[in-house]
Nanobody, 124 residues
Framework: QVQLVESGGGLVQAGGSLRLSCAASGRTFSSLGMGWFRQAPGKEREFVAGLSSGGRTTNYVDSVKGRFTISRDNAKNTVYLQMNSLKPEDTAVYYC?????????????????WGQGTQVTVSS
């Protein structure tokens, strides 16, 4: 079992920044593939960013490339999503997810555990 707790969401104006955190417990964190997803009202949950267990390889959806950065601190069992130059279309509930086999790609069904989500709202 892995427990995930997200934090850092909130309301921000367009062009602003937020940093999301996801604290994990219950499993050797350094072996986990990590992902961030988001779900806007009425839309499917979509992949945003992924990070390998070693932290050296990343994967981003095109719409956030150059604006968002995923990182991890294995000593703190935490993964981060730094979001800069936010746009109203980034408004969504953001979820972190882990795969115990190290996967960090776009497929939702490959992830084993999910956090409860944190709301990000970007005003225009």
């Amino acid at each position: 079992q892995v427990q995930l707790v997200e934090s850092g969401g909130g309301l921000v104006q367009a062009g602003g920044s937020l940093r999301l955190s996801c604290a994990a417990s219950g499993r050797t964190f350094s072996s986990l593939g990590m992902g961030w997803f988001r779900q806007a009202p009425g839309k499917e949950r979509e992949f945003v960013a992924g990070l390998s267990s070693g932290g050296r390889t990343t994967n981003y959806v095109d719409s956030v490339k150059g604006r968002f950065t995923i990182s991890r601190d294995n000593a703190k069992n935490t993964v981060y999503l730094q979001m800069n130059s936010l746009k109203p279309e980034d408004t969504a509930v953001y979820y972190c997810a882990v795969d115990t086999r190290g996967y960090f790609g776009v497929r939702r069904d490959r992830y084993d555990y999910w956090g409860q989500g944190t709301q990000v709202t970007v005003s225009s």
